[in-house]
């Protein structure tokens, strides 16, 4: 049984999270999109003027303005109204189809929808149409990651650099493909703090450094993820990390400190309530830790780390036929999960025990 607390421990991990975008971005062609439409309804209660709010006056006053009709694009993207963002692209191209940026929110809704291959058409029209583009250049450095093709992709960083040295996103990209393909922690790491300090504010690469110093143990790593926080508070994932940096240096109260903030922020995270069952578990308080898993299991239904743990303070206290219930479960979610076979082992054999 010694291994148990090691299983349970190896089985914390950081959690993201991502939505499918909508399919449809196909445009209309009823000739005026100067206000669009049918993805934002108007609200009867009075509410702030809004960046869109601003551009469809500009576009009513100026139908015509194609650089309004591409930032009105980019609002509508952020916010995943993608109809409407067509629309406006296609009103852009409409008037000039020499645009750049027309070509790089087009990529971007391609592959907002799966369609990879079809942005990456998308990026490279645009690079045509501007040599000097870093954005495009970027995007599709994106995607030869994604497919490990990092050969291509370090060129594209490399002209990203050359093009412009104080552009702080293809340091980030350098530093991802230097860490993939040669494993050296120290220049990859050169690479994600010059990102940073060349946008201080840049998320992506201060969580990058707080994970990859986390990794090795380096202190400084909860300085990254604290960043992270005072220009966010509201991120539940990184509260998340600095209870695994924390917990992995055994300051159990930090640790639960920050599981706790990521349950205030988001109540039907399952990993947090894990990770603090896991420390009831090395607190010896089996009682508050089954409670624990059982929330972890109550928000994800086939949590079969979960289901081990909660069956592991069954066990222990005695209770032999939910042990085995639990047990079972896990087995029934992960059948190769090998701590759950052990358990289920144990507990059969004790509970098939001569009696007396």
Same mark, same amino acid.
């Given at each position: 049984?010694?291994?148990?607390?090691?299983?349970?421990?190896?089985?914390?991990?950081?959690?993201?999270?991502?939505?499918?975008?909508?399919?449809?971005?196909?445009?209309?062609?009823?000739?005026?999109?100067?206000?669009?439409?049918?993805?934002?309804?108007?609200?009867?209660?009075?509410?702030?003027?809004?960046?869109?709010?601003?551009?469809?006056?500009?576009?009513?006053?100026?139908?015509?303005?194609?650089?309004?009709?591409?930032?009105?694009?980019?609002?509508?993207?952020?916010?995943?109204?993608?109809?409407?963002?067509?629309?406006?692209?296609?009103?852009?191209?409409?008037?000039?189809?020499?645009?750049?940026?027309?070509?790089?929110?087009?990529?971007?809704?391609?592959?907002?929808?799966?369609?990879?291959?079809?942005?990456?058409?998308?990026?490279?029209?645009?690079?045509?149409?501007?040599?000097?583009?870093?954005?495009?250049?970027?995007?599709?450095?994106?995607?030869?990651?994604?497919?490990?093709?990092?050969?291509?992709?370090?060129?594209?960083?490399?002209?990203?650099?050359?093009?412009?040295?104080?552009?702080?996103?293809?340091?980030?990209?350098?530093?991802?493909?230097?860490?993939?393909?040669?494993?050296?922690?120290?220049?990859?790491?050169?690479?994600?703090?010059?990102?940073?300090?060349?946008?201080?504010?840049?998320?992506?690469g201060l969580d990058m450094m707080g994970v990859?110093?986390?990794?090795?143990?380096?202190?400084?790593?909860? @300085? @990254?993820?604290?960043?992270?926080?005072?220009?966010?508070?509201?991120?539940?994932?990184?509260?998340?990390?600095?209870?695994?940096? /924390?917990?992995?240096?055994?300051?159990?109260?930090?640790?639960?400190?920050?599981?706790?903030?990521?349950?205030?922020?988001?109540?039907?995270?399952?990993?947090?309530? @894990?990770?603090?069952?896991?420390?009831?578990?090395?607190?010896?308080?089996?009682?508050?830790?089954?409670? @624990?898993?059982?929330?972890?299991?109550?928000?994800?239904?086939?949590?079969?780390?979960?289901?081990?743990?909660?069956?592991?303070?069954?066990?222990?206290?005695?209770?032999?036929?939910?042990?085995?219930?639990? /047990?079972?479960?896990?087995?029934?979610a992960s059948p190769v999960y090998g701590p759950?076979?052990?358990?289920?082992?144990?507990?059969?054999?004790?509970?098939?025990?001569?009696?007396?």
């Amino acid at each position: 049984m010694k291994n148990i607390f090691s299983f349970l421990l190896l089985s914390i991990f950081l959690f993201n999270s991502c939505e499918n975008p909508e399919n449809n971005s196909t445009p209309s062609s009823n000739g005026d999109s100067t206000t669009v439409n049918s993805d934002i309804e108007a609200s009867p209660v009075q509410r702030k003027k809004s960046p869109i709010d601003s551009l469809n006056a500009v576009l009513i006053q100026n139908p015509n303005n194609s650089e309004a009709f591409l930032l009105r694009a980019e609002k509508f993207i952020a916010i995943k109204s993608y109809r409407a963002a067509a629309a406006d692209i296609y009103n852009a191209m409409q008037i000039d189809s020499n645009s750049a940026q027309a070509r790089n929110l087009k990529g971007q809704l391609n592959y907002f929808q799966n369609k990879s291959g079809q942005a990456k058409k998308e990026w490279e029209e645009c690079i045509e149409l501007d040599p000097n583009s870093i954005e495009c250049r970027m995007r599709i450095c994106e995607l030869y990651i994604a497919v490990h093709d990092y050969e291509r992709a370090l060129k594209l960083t490399n002209e990203a650099i050359k093009i412009d040295p104080n552009k702080h996103i293809p340091y980030f990209y350098k530093g991802m493909i230097i860490r993939d393909t040669k494993q050296d922690t120290a220049i990859a790491l050169q690479y994600f703090q010059k990102s940073v300090d060349l946008s201080p504010n840049f998320i992506e690469g201060l969580d990058m450094m707080g994970v990859m110093l986390a990794s090795i143990g380096d202190t400084f790593a909860k @300085y @990254y993820y604290q960043r992270i926080l005072d220009i966010d508070p509201s991120r539940d994932d990184i509260y998340y990390k600095l209870g695994v940096f /924390y917990m992995n240096r055994n300051e159990i109260n930090l640790a639960l400190e920050n599981y706790f903030d990521v349950i205030r922020i988001n109540p039907k995270n399952p990993d947090a309530y @894990y990770s603090i069952g896991f420390i009831h578990i090395q607190l010896k308080q089996l009682s508050e830790a089954k409670d @624990y898993f059982t929330k972890a299991i109550r928000y994800k239904t086939h949590n079969y780390k979960a289901l081990y743990g909660r069956a592991y303070c069954f066990e222990q206290l005695g209770d032999l036929n939910n042990a085995r219930k639990d /047990y079972r479960l896990a087995l029934d979610a992960s059948p190769v999960y090998g701590p759950a076979k052990e358990g289920l082992a144990r507990v059969n054999a004790a509970i098939n025990a001569p009696k007396g």
